[in-house]
């Protein structure tokens, strides 16, 4: 599989993924530490090229998997960065729907309050409710308003869900 496929939501149009200001700087932070750190991993692989046999030289057998590893992320991280869509929550205007950035709760047939903010694929954290935007319940949500009732695809069947908050950082 191609490091830069991603098997997550559909793109916007122009292959754009949808990212909070958050999540563009988590990446830019970590494009930056991958920098140095391929910076340092060469100077380890040119002193290990320079002691001899390349063939027995385990330093630089691991050095030169490590790049590889390095570039690969690199690459992808560059792409996604390139292909952003920065959006940030604080700036919707149409505070009584959901939509990218919106921090949701709705109960579930169970009477179960749950909450969770939609975020980018890349900032997908469940421990931290937060879901992709390309999540099955995400997608169903997408333009509800308070009270609304949506229903969701679940492995078990589909599953009725009701909106009970919606709420969007203050704006700037």
């Known amino acids: 599989m191609d490091d830069e496929e991603d098997d997550g939501p559909p793109r916007l149009p122009g292959g754009r993924f949808y990212m909070t200001p958050h999540g563009r700087d988590r990446l ?69 729907r ?4 919106a921090t949701v709760t709705y109960a579930n047939e169970r009477d179960e309050e749950v909450t969770v903010t939609i975020v980018g694929v890349d900032e997908a954290d469940m421990a931290a409710g937060k879901i992709s935007i390309g999540s099955p319940v995400a997608m169903a949500m997408l333009r509800a308003r308070c009270g609304d009732e949506v229903t969701v695809r679940t492995p078990r069947g589909p599953e009725v869900l009701e909106i009970v908050r919606i709420a969007y950082p203050p704006p700037p």
């Not at 959901?98 to 950035?101: C, D, E, K, N, Q």
């Open 28 to 96: 830019q932070a970590e494009l930056a530490a991958r920098r140095a750190e391929r910076h340092r991993v060469v100077e380890i692989v040119a002193w290990a090229a320079g002691n001899g046999d390349r063939s027995e030289n385990a330093d630089y057998k691991e050095g030169k998997r490590r790049l590889r590893e390095i570039d690969r992320r690199l690459r992808f991280l560059t792409n996604r960065l390139a292909h952003a869509a920065v959006v940030d929550p604080a700036a919707q205007t149409q505070r009584d």
């Open 98 to 101: 959901v939509f990218f950035g």
